[in-house]
T-cell receptor, first 113, second 114 residues
Framework: GNSVTQMEGPVTLSEEAFLTINCTYT??????LFWYVQYPGEGLQLLLK?????DKGSNKGFEATYRKETTSFHLEKGSVQVSDSAVYFC????????????FGAGTRLAVHP | DAGITQSPRHKVTETGTPVTLRCHQT?????MYWYRQDPGHGLRLIHY???????DKGEVSDGYSVSRSKTEDFLLTLESATSSQTSVYFC?????????????FGPGTRLTVL
């Protein structure tokens, strides 16, 4: 079946450090891939997306590239800020299925000054 | 802002009581979803709707029912709440578009079943 696996957290970094959060997926067909972010006490916000292989999604300094050969969609940011502290969710949406999302377990990021 | 509200935002109830959570959208989107969020599980789909009176089960539907009598409202009912249904519940909406079919989420309802 379809599934998403994320690296376990928490990830703790100092401000201005480089961030990578790993995400791999299993899916039939050609899914779309997403990263959502959840700040404390809030709902999920779409951070970025990619709809086909080799697409790169980017937003707010975050990037992720859709790698079909490695079934991965790793999230990266070159220099994190304290305000990036949140929980990050990787998700996939299979085609033809009422836009349903399958989420990873989430990775908590804590950035310290 | 995707125009999604959830009510109530917080609720404490007792085991065995019925509970209804409401999701309201203002943008006439076709698809609506209910998820629950639990530590270590991310978000899991409970039920979804693809139109008025058209609903289907998701991954974790046991113990839950839904109704959609109007485009803008999607109700989630726990007929007889249990402690295992203590969770944070999120509603989401989506639409088919040429730019991609992302979902947008409401602020969540924190439900505690004692």
């Amino acid at each position: 079946g379809n599934s998403v696996t994320q690296m376990e957290g928490p990830v703790t970094l100092s401000e201005e450090a480089f961030l990578t959060i790993n995400c791999t997926y299993t899916a039939t067909g050609y899914p779309s891939l997403f990263w959502y972010v959840q700040y404390p006490g809030e709902g999920l916000q779409l951070l970025l997306k990619a709809t086909k292989a080799d697409d790169k999604g980017s937003n707010k300094g975050f990037e992720a590239t859709y790698r079909k050969e490695t079934t991965s969609f790793h999230l990266e940011k070159g220099s994190v800020q304290v305000s990036d502290s949140a929980v990050y969710f990787c998700a996939l949406m299979t085609s033809g299925g009422y836009n349903k999302l399958i989420f990873g377990a989430g990775t908590r990021l804590a950035v310290h000054p | 802002d995707a125009g999604i509200t959830q009510s109530p935002r917080h609720k404490v109830t007792e085991t065995g009581t019925p509970v209804t959570l409401r999701c309201h959208q203002t943008e006439n989107h076709r698809y609506m979803y209910w998820y629950r969020q639990d530590p270590g599980h991310g978000l899991r789909l409970i039920h979804y709707s693809y139109g008025v009176k058209d609903t289907d089960k998701g991954e974790v539907s046991d113990g839950y029912s839904v109704s959609r009598s109007k485009t803008e409202d999607f109700l989630l009912t726990l007929e007889s709440a249990t402690s295992s249904q203590t969770s944070v519940y999120f509603c989401a909406i989506s639409e088919v578009s040429s730019g991609g079919n992302e979902q947008f989420f409401g602020p969540g309802t924190r439900l505690t079943v004692l």
